[in-house]
């Protein structure tokens, strides 16, 4: 049998490289009585971000419907939540837990650019 005419085995049992994944970008949010900080975030629309909404003073939630974003937040506890977005535009955010009087107050926007 000549050299040529040899046929490697499949390379079925070789293990497959997965393409490297992108680490998402932490945003840390902070939600208190009766405000987000930063209230407007601004991302690319495509990339992968994760938010990190915290607090230190009660349970809020963290809302963004357009986008498809609920977190709840408890003092003492961490949250993530990674979304990435396929459009362009403004999305507003809110809290989702009453935790006062100026509950409503409590608002931002999510700012997704090209």
Same mark, same amino acid.
Do not use: W, Y
């Given at each position: 049998?000549?050299?040529?005419?040899?046929?490697?085995?499949?390379?079925?049992?070789?293990?497959?490289?997965?393409?490297?994944?992108?680490?998402?970008?932490?945003?840390?949010?902070?939600?208190?009585?009766?405000?987000?900080?930063?209230?407007?975030?601004?991302?690319?629309?495509?990339?992968?971000?994760?938010?990190?909404?915290?607090?230190?003073?009660?349970?809020?939630?963290?809302?963004?419907?357009?986008?498809?974003?609920?977190? =709840?937040?408890?003092?003492? @506890?961490? @949250?993530?939540?990674?979304?990435?977005?396929?459009?362009?535009?403004?999305?507003?955010?809110?809290?989702?837990?009453?935790?006062?009087?100026?509950?409503?107050?409590?608002?931002? =926007?999510?700012?997704?650019?090209?």
């Amino acid at each position: 049998m000549r050299l040529s005419e040899r046929r490697r085995p499949p390379n079925s049992n070789r293990p497959r490289l997965k393409p490297p994944v992108a680490a998402a970008r932490v945003i840390k949010v902070t939600g208190k009585k009766f405000e987000f900080k930063p209230a407007v975030i601004t991302v690319k629309k495509g990339e992968l971000e994760e938010l990190e909404p915290t607090t230190s003073d009660r349970h809020h939630g963290f809302d963004a419907p357009g986008l498809n974003i609920h977190a =709840e937040i408890k003092p003492g @506890t961490s @949250t993530r939540v990674q979304f990435k977005s396929d459009k362009a535009g403004h999305f507003p955010f809110h809290c989702s837990v009453f935790c006062g009087d100026g509950h409503d107050e409590m608002t931002g =926007e999510i700012v997704v650019t090209e």
